[in-house]
Each structure stands twice: as structure tokens, then as C-alpha cells.
């Protein structure tokens, strides 16, 4: 199984991006999608996530503003609104997924990250 993000790039304060990140390879079930920032010199944090139930939520710092989605197969979205400097980072996608019918549980795995940067 691959992560493959897209959609990172250089924004005004103000502007939206939109990441996607799309899984491919021996995939039965995709149990979540999460999205994570690693900014400058700071840890990664998970920002959003989504279950296979619909289910999502976000941090307090980017709630209004991002909305995280799925296509029904196997592609997740992050919408960014309202960008602000702050929001500057490394977004990494990252999913839970039971590669074939008989896993007993999900496994782990990362996207490469994409570069977005906002400037004021």
C-alpha cells in the first residue's frame, strides 16, 4: 500500500488549498484517514481526521476552517480556508487499512508530505 499526497503550494493569508492524498495497492478496507502538520521546529500533530463511518473531527486551531472528506473509494481531501501563517507546515496523510479480507487488524501507513506555506 502507497500514500500519495498532492496539492501543497505557496498561498496568501486568506487563500485555500486543497490536499488530497490517495491510497493505492492491496487495499480491502479503509478504517480512517487522518491528516497531519509537522510545522518549523515543532512536533507533528494530527489536525483531522475521518472514519469509514463519516465520522471526523479536528483541532481546536483549525476548526471552521479546514474540512477533511473522502471520495467513497480511496481518496481523502483536506479544504483549507482561511489560511494563515500559522498553518505553514509539512502536510503528511496518514490511514489505517486492512490490506486483504482476512487481516485481523489495520494496518499503518504515511504519505510522503507536502509543502504548504502561507505568507502574510
Known amino acids: 500500500v502507497q500514500l500519495q499526497a498532492s496539492g501543497g503550494g505557496l498561498v496568501q493569508a486568506g487563500g485555500s488549498l486543497r490536499l488530497s492524498c490517495e491510497a493505492t495497492?492491496?487495499?480491502?478496507?479503509?478504517?480512517?484517514f487522518q491528516w497531519h502538520r509537522q510545522a518549523p521546529a515543532k512536533e507533528r500533530e494530527m489536525i483531522a481526521f475521518?472514519?469509514?463511518?463519516?465520522?471526523t473531527n479536528y483541532v481546536d486551531s483549525v476548526k471552521g476552517r479546514f474540512t477533511i472528506s473522502r471520495d467513497g473509494k480511496n481518496t481523502v481531501y483536506l479544504q483549507m480556508d482561511n489560511l494563515n501563517p500559522e498553518d505553514t507546515g509539512v502536510y503528511y496523510c496518514?490511514?489505517?487499512?486492512?490490506?486483504?479480507?482476512?487481516?485481523?487488524?489495520?494496518?499503518?501507513?504515511w504519505g510522503q508530505g507536502t509543502q504548504v506555506t502561507v505568507s502574510s
Open positions: 495497492g492491496s487495499i480491502f478496507r479503509i478504517n480512517a
Open positions: 496518514f490511514a489505517q487499512i486492512f490490506p486483504r479480507r482476512e487481516s485481523w487488524a489495520p494496518s499503518e501507513y
Open positions: 475521518i472514519f469509514s463511518d463519516g465520522l
